[in-house]
Structure formats: structure tokens, C-alpha cells
């Protein structure tokens, strides 16, 4: 280093410049810090195209190689830098504040010659790399502090004192937004100059073409009468307008939102709303972790046509790191809406259901270095996402997934929704039993025999035990199934409310309904009703109004120990009424399992 220096101090300036533009390309070449980069660059500005993202990318590699360059031969540039402001920095000494923005190293050896200058600083890992800083600092009358202590003492004899806010942040560290980011920030500035009294000043330089560079020193900040918070609010707001200014100059592979206390989640759907309710549920599991700010968006993908959909399971099966940053099969694939939609999008963790969008949240997270997460059986091998949890019916044998019972549920404002429930259909208190008719699988005639016997044994031990009757049909009941229950139910005295939701629905009702209600009758081939009522630990009984096959009858059979089932002749008065912990156990599961995307 010793001699590199010597040599371009006294070398034509092209020649660091070059080798400055070579050290760039070559840490642009670098995977890892590309990667990070590009990260940093989509999360702060997710409107930008590729295009321009990388060109940002590519320019502040390139500066960062030239910084090098110059805090080698800072004393043959001093006069390349136009200092702005510093004639109202105090006597009596100001706080300098700055981030890893333009040269910022040379920037201190050149104002280190017009005032009394001390940075604070940390020790290098590599121990000559470190002596050598320190000794090209000496050399330009820098003073240099590597501990709080040490600072003060140079802060007493009236020292301008530099410290950087975007770096060093401790545990305690107060969490103000930059980039719309929760992010842990440097309290050090803020501290000393309130403590002594001083102002604070945020200094930014940035290069206008080669080694030719602006230093400006802005307007200070007083901090008397402001919070810590208030404070650094304004600092990192002012650095972010900088940045967005001239973003080419800041460090981005520099770990500024490495410990950020945001998530940004994207929900892809299908436009089903099972799978969607599936989505939801984890996500709702996430926001259960205090330590984050969870943030969320749902968009609604759409396939060009079922070739692209085969084609985008083809590049999601070789999707990985490589891809960061690419994304150009999410054009080939995805209709136009959908595709803007998520060019324009940031997200720390994409979240589908199904199989659906399943290639799409691989292919996405990969272009984004995301983290992913499916539920349901994806077309795709589970090593391909950080989490995958898949319900037992589905029969996956794979150490990867996440395995619960049924589907994946959240029960959430139950109280609300039962209030809402009550009001609206005006129930009495007397007790209560609910009925969710779903419809027919395979066999029509089969389902509409059964379910006429099974109303009537429902109609008779209500009446016989004195229940009032809460009903409620699904969307994918036909109308010959809903006109038997209006026929049979609909004039019963002891039938209190039925909800038809091919006519009309509220989000409040199936919650209402099983929740107030002693005992749940669900018919069997609805596995999502099934999962819900034992999440809200209702004892279910399964009305069994055709054969099962596949996976229904998996599905059953998993739960024979949780819930009632109830064939024909269908004799309600002997079944076996049972409490299930099959939601506590999935749940145990799913909390355990999230650490992995947090």
C-alpha cells in the first residue's frame, strides 16, 4: 500500500482515475455485494426500472473505486474539492454529521486543513489496513477518536467533531425511518451535542465528474428543546433527499438496512379466496412478532395463457441467486397489470398459495433476493422455498415442509364479529347449533338424498333438546340444495337465521354463527369450514352426504381424533361430541417455523 502510493502520487492523474474505474468494475463483479446492492437499491426506490437501478448500481461502484483512489492522494486534490458552508461552522466547535455518501474520506482530510478537525472512528479488522489509515490521517492533520471518551476530551477544546449516522448502530439504538425503513440510527451525535451544548450540522459531498467533487456543509440543528428521536428524524430525512438527489454517490452494498425493523410482504393470489384466506392467515402469524413493522399488499396475478404458466414452472425450477435483479421471464409469463405491479414492488417476504402462484413467488423472489413462503402443494420441489407449509391431506413426504392438519387458519376480531353477528340477525340468547352446507363433489343425486335425511334428524333434535338453528350455505351450493333448506327450515320455529351466499354474504357470519353456537354441523367435503371450526375449538361434527375419495378422505381420516363423524342414517342423539387441539398444535408449528423468514 506503501508503495502504491508513492507511485501514484507522483503518477499522471489518469492513471488513479483508471485504476480507480478498475477496482469498481471489479467489486461490481463480486456476486455478493451486487446482490446487496441491488437489494438496497430496489427496497429505497422500487419504482425505478432495472435499468436505471443498475445504472445506479454500476456508478456507485465506480465512485466507491475512485474514493479509493482519492484517500490515497488526497494532498494532489485538495483544490478538485469546493467547500460550501464551512464559514459557518462555530469557533467554538459544531458536530459534523455525515453517511457513507461520495468520498467521504477525502472530504475529511481537506476540511481537516481548514478547521480543527477529530472523526470518530473504528478499529479495521485488518490490523496493517488500519495503521495505514491512521497514518495517512496523521499525515493530514486528522485527528482521529475510537472511543466516546476519547471524542469528548477533543469536543472540550473546542474541535469540530465528525461522526457518521448510518453506521454502528448498538442494540439500543433508537429505530427512526429512512427509505420508509425502520431502521436501527446512530445515537452518538446526538447525545454529545446535546450534552455540550452544540449545534449539529449535516455535511454531504458528492462528484461532479472525475476527481472534481462539492462539499457542502447545511444549515445547522439546534437541539435544545428536541427529542433524541425528533432529532435524528431530521437527520435521516435530510440524507435521504440527498441520496434520492444523487443516488449514484452512496454506498449501497454498505449494510444500512441490514438490521431494519420493516417487513415488507407481498401476497401473490389466484383469485381464489380460500387461498387467499390462507395467505392471510400467515401473514396474520407474522404480525404476531412484536420486534417488526409488517407492511402488506396483495396482487392478483394473471397468466398470458396456460403455455406461459408451463413455461414459468420451467424457470422457477432454475431460478436462484443468479437471478437477482433479472426478472425478465415474469415478462414473458404474466399479463401486463400484474406484471407493473410487481415491477414497482418491494417485499422482504413473498407469500402464495396453491400451485398456481406458486412459479411466480419463486421466479419473484429470486429477481428480489426475497424471502418466500407456500402453502398448499406447489408443482415445485419445497427446497425451492424458505418455508412450505403443506396440510397432511396433501401427502407430501418431505423433510422441508411444515406439516399441519387441515387448512392453514387465523382466527381474528372474533368478539367484533360476533357483536356484528348478533345485531345484524337480532339472535336471541337462547342455545344454539350451526349448520354450514357446503355442495356436491362428484355425485349430486347421492348429496341431495342424504342431506334431505340429515335436515330432518337436524330438524328433530333441535326441536327434541331445544336449540335454535343458525345456517349458512357456501358458494359452491346449488340452488336445488338451498331450496330443500328453505323448504324444510326456512318456517321452523326454532330456525333463527340462514344466510344463502350465492344471494348475499357477510364477513361476519361464519365466525357469528360457530362461535355462538354449542355444536357445529359442517358437511365433510369442505376441509377449509372443517379447519375453522376447530380453530375456534367448537365441537365438529362432519355430515358425511356422499363418498369421499382422495384426498377428502385423507383429510378425515387425520382428524378422526378431532372431530365427529356423522354418517346415515345420520343419528345425531349418539354421536360423540369432541374438543380437538389441532389448531394449537398447527399453531405451535407455524410460530416456530417463521423464525426462518424474520
Same mark, same amino acid.
Given at each position: 500500500?506503501?508503495?502504491l502510493r508513492k507511485v501514484l502520487m507522483k503518477s499522471p492523474l489518469v492513471i488513479p482515475l483508471s485504476l480507480g474505474n478498475l477496482i469498481g468494475i471489479m467489486l461490481y463483479m463480486n456476486k455478493k455485494r451486487r446482490r446487496v446492492s441491488f437489494q438496497n437499491i430496489k427496497l429505497a426506490f422500487p419504482e425505478k426500472s432495472n435499468s436505471e437501478i443498475?445504472?445506479?448500481?454500476?456508478?456507485?461502484?465506480?465512485?466507491?473505486?475512485?474514493?479509493?483512489?482519492?484517500? !490515497?492522494?488526497?494532498?494532489?486534490?485538495?483544490?478538485?474539492?469546493?467547500?460550501?458552508?464551512? %464559514?459557518?461552522?462555530?469557533?467554538?466547535?459544531?458536530?459534523?454529521?455525515?453517511?457513507?455518501?461520495?468520498?467521504?474520506?477525502?472530504?475529511?482530510?481537506?476540511?481537516? @486543513? !481548514?478547521?480543527?478537525?477529530?472523526?470518530? *472512528?473504528?478499529?479495521?479488522?485488518?490490523?496493517?489496513?488500519? @495503521?495505514?489509515?491512521?497514518?495517512?490521517?496523521?499525515?493530514?492533520?486528522?485527528?482521529?477518536?475510537?472511543?466516546?471518551?476519547?471524542?469528548?476530551?477533543?469536543?472540550?477544546?473546542?474541535?469540530?467533531?465528525?461522526?457518521?449516522?448510518?453506521?454502528?448502530?448498538?442494540?439500543?439504538?433508537?429505530?427512526?425511518?429512512?427509505?420508509?425503513?425502520?431502521?436501527?440510527?446512530?445515537?452518538?451525535?446526538?447525545?454529545?451535542?446535546?450534552?455540550?451544548?452544540?449545534?449539529?450540522?449535516?455535511?454531504?459531498?458528492?462528484?461532479?465528474?472525475?476527481?472534481?467533487?462539492?462539499?457542502?456543509?447545511? %444549515?445547522?440543528?439546534?437541539?435544545?428543546?428536541?427529542?433524541?428521536?425528533?432529532?435524528?428524524?431530521?437527520?435521516?430525512?435530510?440524507?435521504?433527499?440527498?441520496?434520492?438527489?444523487?443516488?449514484?454517490?452512496?454506498?449501497?452494498?454498505?449494510?444500512?438496512?441490514?438490521?431494519?425493523?420493516?417487513?415488507?410482504?407481498?401476497?401473490?393470489?389466484?383469485?381464489?379466496?380460500?387461498?387467499?384466506?390462507?395467505?392471510?392467515?400467515?401473514?396474520?402469524?407474522?404480525?404476531?412478532?412484536?420486534?417488526?413493522?409488517?407492511?402488506?399488499?396483495?396482487?392478483?396475478?394473471?397468466?398470458?395463457?396456460?403455455? +406461459?404458466?408451463?413455461?414459468?414452472?420451467?424457470?422457477?425450477?432454475?431460478?436462484?441467486?443468479?437471478?437477482?435483479?433479472?426478472?425478465?421471464?415474469?415478462?414473458?409469463?404474466?399479463?401486463?397489470?400484474?406484471?407493473?405491479?410487481?415491477?414497482?414492488?418491494?417485499?422482504?417476504?413473498?407469500?402464495?398459495?396453491?400451485?398456481?402462484?406458486?412459479?411466480?413467488?419463486?421466479?419473484?423472489?429470486?429477481?428480489?433476493?426475497?424471502?418466500? +413462503?407456500?402453502?398448499?402443494?406447489?408443482?415445485?420441489?419445497?427446497?425451492?422455498?424458505?418455508?412450505?407449509?403443506?396440510?397432511?391431506?396433501?401427502?407430501?413426504?418431505?423433510?422441508?415442509?411444515?406439516?399441519?392438519?387441515?387448512?392453514?387458519?387465523?382466527?381474528?376480531?372474533?368478539?367484533?364479529?360476533?357483536?356484528?353477528?348478533?345485531?345484524?340477525?337480532?339472535?336471541?340468547?337462547?342455545?344454539?347449533?350451526?349448520?354450514?352446507?357446503?355442495?356436491?363433489?362428484?355425485?349430486?343425486?347421492?348429496?341431495?338424498?342424504?342431506?334431505?335425511?340429515?335436515?330432518?334428524?337436524?330438524?328433530?333434535?333441535?326441536?327434541?333438546?331445544?336449540?335454535?338453528?343458525?345456517?349458512?350455505?357456501?358458494?359452491?351450493?346449488? *340452488?336445488? *340444495?338451498?331450496? !330443500?333448506?328453505?323448504?324444510?327450515?326456512?318456517?321452523?320455529?326454532?330456525?333463527?337465521?340462514?344466510?344463502? *351466499?350465492?344471494?348475499?354474504?357477510?364477513?361476519?357470519?361464519?365466525?357469528?354463527?360457530?362461535?355462538?353456537?354449542?355444536?357445529?354441523?359442517?358437511?365433510? %367435503?369442505?376441509?377449509?369450514?372443517?379447519?375453522?371450526?376447530?380453530?375456534?375449538?367448537?365441537?365438529?361434527?362432519?355430515?358425511?352426504?356422499?363418498?369421499?375419495?382422495?384426498?377428502?378422505?385423507?383429510?378425515?381420516?387425520?382428524?378422526?381424533?378431532?372431530?365427529?363423524?356423522?354418517?346415515?342414517?345420520?343419528?345425531?342423539?349418539?354421536?360423540?361430541?369432541? %374438543?380437538?387441539?389441532?389448531?394449537?398444535?398447527?399453531?405451535?408449528?407455524?410460530?416456530?417455523?417463521?423464525?426462518?423468514?424474520?
Amino acid at each position: 500500500m506503501y508503495l502504491l502510493r508513492k507511485v501514484l502520487m507522483k503518477s499522471p492523474l489518469v492513471i488513479p482515475l483508471s485504476l480507480g474505474n478498475l477496482i469498481g468494475i471489479m467489486l461490481y463483479m463480486n456476486k455478493k455485494r451486487r446482490r446487496v446492492s441491488f437489494q438496497n437499491i430496489k427496497l429505497a426506490f422500487p419504482e425505478k426500472s432495472n435499468s436505471e437501478i443498475k445504472s445506479i448500481l454500476k456508478k456507485s461502484f465506480l465512485n466507491f473505486g475512485i474514493s479509493l483512489m482519492e484517500t !490515497l492522494i488526497a494532498p494532489r486534490l485538495s483544490q478538485h474539492l469546493k467547500i460550501m458552508g464551512d %464559514e459557518n461552522l462555530p469557533e467554538e466547535g459544531g458536530i459534523l454529521v455525515g453517511v457513507h455518501f461520495g468520498s467521504w474520506e477525502f472530504y475529511q482530510f481537506c476540511l481537516a @486543513k !481548514l478547521v480543527p478537525l477529530v472523526v470518530f *472512528a473504528r478499529v479495521q479488522k485488518n490490523r496493517p489496513l488500519d @495503521k495505514f489509515l491512521n497514518e495517512i490521517r496523521n499525515e493530514e492533520k486528522l485527528h482521529t477518536a475510537f472511543s466516546i471518551k476519547e471524542l469528548i476530551k477533543f469536543v472540550k477544546k473546542n474541535f469540530q467533531v465528525g461522526l457518521v449516522v448510518d453506521h454502528g448502530a448498538k442494540d439500543d439504538a433508537t429505530l427512526v425511518e429512512f427509505f420508509s425503513q425502520l431502521v436501527p440510527t446512530p445515537k452518538g451525535a446526538v447525545f454529545i451535542a446535546k450534552k455540550f451544548s452544540k449545534k449539529i450540522y449535516p455535511c454531504f459531498g458528492h462528484r461532479k465528474r472525475g476527481f472534481k467533487h462539492i462539499l457542502k456543509i447545511g %444549515e445547522a440543528i439546534d437541539p435544545r428543546g428536541k427529542s433524541e428521536e425528533e432529532i435524528l428524524k431530521t437527520i435521516n430525512g435530510f440524507y435521504e433527499k440527498v441520496i434520492k438527489n444523487h443516488p449514484e454517490n452512496y454506498l449501497w452494498y454498505f449494510k444500512r438496512f441490514k438490521r431494519k425493523k420493516t417487513r415488507d410482504i407481498i401476497i401473490l393470489s389466484d383469485n381464489k379466496p380460500g387461498h387467499l384466506k390462507q395467505s392471510q392467515a400467515l401473514l396474520s402469524y407474522l404480525k404476531e412478532e412484536n420486534n417488526y413493522k409488517i407492511r402488506s399488499k396483495i396482487i392478483e396475478l394473471e397468466y398470458k395463457n396456460r403455455l +406461459a404458466r408451463m413455461f414459468a414452472e420451467a424457470c422457477a425450477y432454475t431460478a436462484g441467486d443468479c437471478c437477482v435483479g433479472c426478472g425478465q421471464c415474469l415478462h414473458w409469463v404474466l399479463k401486463n397489470k400484474p406484471l407493473q405491479e410487481l415491477k414497482k414492488s418491494f417485499a422482504d417476504i413473498i407469500i402464495s398459495t396453491g400451485s398456481i402462484t406458486a412459479p411466480i413467488n419463486k421466479i419473484f423472489s429470486s429477481y428480489l433476493g426475497a424471502k418466500s +413462503a407456500v402453502i398448499l402443494k406447489p408443482n415445485l420441489s419445497l427446497k425451492k422455498f424458505d418455508l412450505a407449509i403443506i396440510p397432511e391431506h396433501d401427502r407430501i413426504c418431505d423433510p422441508n415442509a411444515i406439516k399441519i392438519k387441515g387448512a392453514l387458519v387465523y382466527q381474528d376480531k372474533i368478539d367484533e364479529k360476533i357483536i356484528e353477528c348478533k345485531n345484524f340477525f337480532k339472535l336471541t340468547n337462547e342455545k344454539k347449533i350451526a349448520f354450514f352446507l357446503g355442495g356436491a363433489q362428484k355425485n349430486e343425486k347421492e348429496f341431495m338424498e342424504k342431506l334431505a335425511l340429515f335436515i330432518k334428524q337436524l330438524k328433530n333434535f333441535a326441536i327434541k333438546n331445544n336449540y335454535r338453528i343458525l345456517i349458512s350455505t357456501s358458494r359452491r351450493t346449488k *340452488a336445488p *340444495a338451498e331450496e !330443500l333448506v328453505e323448504k324444510e327450515l326456512g318456517g321452523l320455529t326454532n330456525t333463527e337465521a340462514i344466510v344463502y *351466499a350465492n344471494r348475499t354474504n357477510y364477513d361476519f357470519v361464519f365466525e357469528g354463527f360457530a362461535e355462538i353456537s354449542e355444536i357445529v354441523f359442517v358437511t365433510s %367435503e369442505s376441509i377449509s369450514m372443517i379447519s375453522e371450526v376447530l380453530a375456534l375449538k367448537k365441537p365438529c361434527v362432519c355430515a358425511i352426504l356422499e363418498s369421499q375419495y382422495g384426498k377428502h378422505e385423507i383429510f378425515l381420516d387425520s382428524l378422526k381424533d378431532d372431530i365427529t363423524l356423522l354418517n346415515e342414517p345420520f343419528n345425531i342423539d349418539k354421536m360423540d361430541q369432541r %374438543e380437538s387441539k389441532v389448531f394449537e398444535e398447527n399453531r405451535k408449528k407455524i410460530k416456530e417455523a417463521i423464525g426462518k423468514l424474520l
